[in-house]
Each structure stands twice: as structure tokens, then as C-alpha cells.
């Protein structure tokens, strides 16, 4: 029950963080208090993007990138990543407009890695795409992985590190004491000198038993699996402004999803889809891929998590909490980030810095205590 660091949350994240810390040789506990990758990260459409980030986000994002092309060295699997490629279309003139500005505002600061591209290329990117898209944004690096085989790859390669998990173990407590954290839990107290914050949408309840008030919402992202079908789309496709993005699995089923939002019941810890906003991406989908009409759906589902004002996460050292280390908030795009968000987190649990500028995720401007003033 003792250990140099004590990660709360089973998800993607909080693997991520407790694998990378133990292999530069700490001790490492995590604890879930449902099963490994319940929420956010067993819920997700798990594409690897950086097509369309913030550029605040972009150096972790451009990393992870790189570690995805690389992810065996970190988790002895690829998990399921292709790079397939991600495109963003434009379906009018405004549209195209923004996408170009985007396009040429991160060339001009040194990012090359998205590229513009015309009608013609588009249609031999996508034939089954509807005539009607201008053009759009391309990465071809980008692409999608498998969620539960991420997960089980983390989980495997944690315990191969030497991570302790426990799982149905909820923290209820967080006390500190002689430069140690005391967490209270279900399954009794554990003792560590730094704790990582990886709790999801209950990241916010996590800072405040350390006593760091912060401000989130939840978002609860809703899914869609059709049946399979003849029709082929390689890359992923999103539209701008549009909640959408679709893509199809090798076993020929189309995946539809892209940020429309479900129901949440935050006391019983749960999101249910909302067929009236679901019928929306569905129909923005049909629009671009006329070819899908009619498609059965077999599958839907809405997941949980913590989004943040700015939809920038929180990573970092806490403010007023000493030995407290966040990393959530990630507002429906983390999943890309897990192996480089891990690392920064790694980095400043064992060695008490990293080489990235954390400023844009600093917690404190989600202080409640600041909102209040
Ligand atoms: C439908 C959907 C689609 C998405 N699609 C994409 C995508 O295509 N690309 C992309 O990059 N991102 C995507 N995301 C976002 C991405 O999945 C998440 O950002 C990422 O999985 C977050 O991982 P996490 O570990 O922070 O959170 P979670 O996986 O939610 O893990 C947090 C865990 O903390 C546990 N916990 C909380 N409080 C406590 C406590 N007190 N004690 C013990 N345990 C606790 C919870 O039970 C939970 O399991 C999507 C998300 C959703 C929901």
C-alpha cells in the first residue's frame, strides 16, 4: 500500500503515466474504481489525429504522433494503429476559406504536417465521397487505432513494469502529511509522495479532496456502428463545423462519430444517447458518403468525460497542492495524446520537470478560487 506514486484512474491516461513512471524505476500503485478503460477510454473512437488541434497542443500532439508510428517500443503492440490518414473536408466556400487560413497560419509557424488538397485528389482519396466537398485538409500520418487492444496493451506493459493495479478501488480521501499523500479508498489506505490526477470526468472531485477546487463540465460524445458494407473509405473523414467524423473498421462496418452529445446522468455515472442529436451526425455522414443510405445501425453508445472551457487539458504540477500532478480535461481528443501526455507526466513525477512548455494546461486557470475573485 506504499509506493513513490500513487495514480488515480484506469483509463488510457493514467496507464500511460503509471507505465512510463515505472520504467524509469519508480514505484507505481493505480487505482480505478470500476474496471481498467470503463469511461473515456474504452468508450472512444480512438483516432490518432493531429489534423485540426490547437496549436497549443500540437508539440505533445506532433510527439505522440511520432510514438504511434513507434508504439511496439512502448507497449510490445501497434494496437491496432494504421495510418490510414485523417482528411478534413470542406462542403462550402466559408468552409474551405477557414480550412485554408488554418492551413497557412501553421505552415507559417513551421508546421507542415497538414497539406491542402483540390477536388481531384480528394476523389482518389476517397471516390465514394460526395461531389458536393471542395476540398480539404490532409494528414496523411494520422490515422485510427483499436481502443480495447491500446488499453490491454497498456494495462500488459504496466504490469510488465512492475505497476501494482487495483481495481473496484475508489479514492474517497486525500490527506497530506510529512511530505507523503494518505489516500483513503475502498480497498483501505495507500501512501505515496506524489499523486497523479488521471480521474476523467471526476478528475474535478479528485483535485478537490487535495484541495484544489477546479472548474469542468462533462461531455458524454456519442458513437455509431453501422452494419458492414461494400462501400470503402481509407482514411478518416471529418467535416468542418459539422459534428462528424467517420471512418470505417477492416471489417468493412462504418464508425460514426465526432463530438454530437448524449445524456448525461452524472449521479449514477452514466451517459445515454439522445437519438434526436444522433440522427444529426448520422444524416451529416449520409450527406457525405450518399453510398451509406439506408445502412443498418448495430450498435450506439455515449461515453464520459471532463471537458474544460477552452477544451485545452489540464497537465501539470498543481497550484496549491505539493506532490499533485494533473492530467485531464482533454475534451474529446485525448486519446491521440495518451503515449506523449504519459511521458510529460513521467517526466515530472520522477524527475520533477520536462522539457515541454505546460503553460496552455496549467490548472490554475480553471481555479475555482480564481473565478470567484
Ligand atoms: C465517444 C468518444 C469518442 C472519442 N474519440 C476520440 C478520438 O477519436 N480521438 C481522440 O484523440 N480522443 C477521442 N476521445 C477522447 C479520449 O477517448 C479521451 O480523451 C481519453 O480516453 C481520456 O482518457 P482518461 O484516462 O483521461 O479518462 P478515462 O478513460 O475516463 O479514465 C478516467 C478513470 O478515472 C476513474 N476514476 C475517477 N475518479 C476516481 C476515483 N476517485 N478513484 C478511482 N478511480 C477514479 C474513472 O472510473 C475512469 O475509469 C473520445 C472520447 C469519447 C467519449
Redesign the pocket.
Known amino acids: 500500500m506504499n509506493a513513490d506514486i500513487l495514480v ?8 500511460s503515466a503509471a507505465l512510463q513512471s515505472a520504467r524509469r524505476g519508480a514505484s507505481v500503485i493505480l ?19 493531429t489534423l485540426g488541434r490547437d496549436p497549443a497542443e500540437l508539440p505533445l500532439s506532433l510527439e505522440a504522433a511520432g510514438m504511434w508510428h513507434e508504439m511496439a517500443e512502448l507497449v510490445s503492440d501497434d494496437c491496432g494503429f494504421t495510418a490510414c490518414g485523417q482528411l478534413q473536408v470542406a462542403e462550402d466556400e466559408a468552409a474551405l476559406s477557414k480550412i485554408k487560413a488554418r492551413v497557412r497560419a501553421l505552415q507559417s509557424k513551421g508546421f507542415m504536417h497538414e497539406t491542402m488538397i483540390g477536388l481531384e485528389e480528394m476523389q482518389e482519396l476517397v471516390p465514394d465521397l460526395s461531389p458536393h466537398c471542395l476540398g480539404g485538409a490532409w494528414v496523411s500520418g494520422d490515422g ?1 487505432a483499436d ?1 480495447h487492444r491500446t488499453i490491454c496493451a497498456f494495462r500488459d506493459a504496466a504490469l510488465r513494469a512492475g505497476v501494482e493495479i487495483h481495481e473496484e ?4 480521501g486525500l490527506q497530506r502529511r510529512n511530505d507523503r499523500w494518505q489516500a483513503q ?1 475502498s480497498r483501505g489506505v495507500f501512501e505515496a509522495s506524489i499523486i497523479v490526477n ?6 474535478d ?2 483535485a478537490a ?1 487535495a484541495g484544489e477546487p477546479v472548474q469542468q463540465s462533462i ?5 455509431v456502428v453501422t452494419e458492414r458494407t461494400q462501400t470503402r473509405v481509407k482514411p ?1 473523414v471529418s467535416s468542418l463545423g459539422k459534428k462528424l ?1 467517420f471512418k470505417q473498421t477492416a471489417q468493412g462496418t462504418m464508425v460514426i ?1 465526432g ?1 454530437s452529445q448524449g445524456r448525461l446522468a452524472a449521479d449514477r ?1 452514466s451517459a445515454s444517447v439522445d437519438f434526436v442529436a444522433l440522427a444529426a451526425s448520422v444524416g451529416a455522414a449520409v450527406r457525405l458518403f450518399p453510398k451509406t443510405k439506408g445502412l443498418r445501425i448495430v450498435r450506439t ?6 471537458m474544460t472551457r477552452d477544451h485545452l ?1 489540464v497537465i501539470g504540477f498543481s497550484r496549491g497542492a505539493p506532490g499533485l500532478i494533473h ?2 480535461g ?9 503515449p506523449s501526455v504519459g511521458r510529460v507526466v513521467a517526466d515530472l513525477a520522477c524527475k520533477g520537470q520536462t522539457r515541454h512548455d505546460l503553460g496552455a494546461f496549467d490548472v490554475e486557470r480553471l481555479s475555482k478560487e480564481r473565478a470567484a475573485a
Do not use: N
Open positions: 488515480i484512474g484506469g483509463g488510457l491516461h493514467g496507464l487505482v480505478e474504481r470500476h474496471f481498467l478503460g470503463r469511461h473515456a477510454s474504452g468508450a472512444t473512437a480512438a483516432g490518432v489525429r485510427s481502443p478501488c475508489l479514492v474517497t479508498t488521471a480521474g476523467g470526468a471526476w478528475a472531485q479528485v479532496l461531455r458524454t460524445s456519442m458513437m478518416v467524423s462519430g463530438g455515472q453508445w455515449a461515453g464520459m468525460e471532463a487539458p492530467a485531464f482533454f475534451s474529446g481528443h485525448g486519446f491521440q495524446l495518451v
